[in-house]
């Protein structure tokens, strides 16, 4: 469920189940992704804020707006999104003067991605999938 671009690392739900990848991913929804996001540029609170309020992308004249955003140190924000746009976090933190240098998903919904090396993968338990009903 959801998709990572190469260059994107973190958190990927696999399933052949119609109805749950439409609830994880219908913007109508609201399921939180969270991404750790590197940035080429130190963060402003003015960012941050920009985010938060929303910016308008390139194709779509309405804003998009983080559902939360924090800076965690100086190149480090944490945003966390609602809907999935083509490239989104990369075209919002350019619309605000910054660049993505990394960018990994690091939950969706209450799941909180594990320990798990690149490349790994485990079944999602009963828990888990509690965690992750909108």
């Known amino acids: 469920m959801g998709r990572l ?19 994880m991913s219908s913007p ?3 399921v939180p992704k969270v ?7 130190p ?16 194709d779509d004249p309405q804003a998009v707006k983080a559902a939360a955003c924090e800076a965690v140190s100086e190149l480090h924000l944490r945003l966390t999104l609602t809907e999935g746009k083509y490239h ?11 660049r993505v ?7 969706i919904g209450g799941l909180v991605l594990s320990d798990l090396a690149p490349g790994q993968w485990r079944w999602l ?7 992750l009903k909108p």
Not at 5 to 23: A, E, N, S
Not at 35 to 41: C, D, G, L, N, Q
Not at 88 to 98: E, F, I, P, S, Y
Not at 101 to 107: A, C, D, F, I, T
């Open 125 to 131: 338990t009963e828990q888990d999938l509690a965690l």
């Open 35 to 41: 991404y750790e996001v590197t940035t080429k540029h």
């Open 88 to 98: 989104q976090v990369k075209r919002m933190l350019a619309a605000v003067g910054n």
């Open 101 to 107: 240098e990394g960018l990994h998903r690091s939950q």
């Open 28 to 30: 109508k929804h609201h």
């Open 5 to 23: 671009d190469q260059d994107t690392t973190g958190l990927l739900l696999l399933t052949d189940d119609g109805k749950f990848i439409h609830k």
């Open 43 to 58: 963060i402003t609170a003015e960012m941050v804020d920009r985010l938060l309020t929303g910016v308008v992308l390139d």
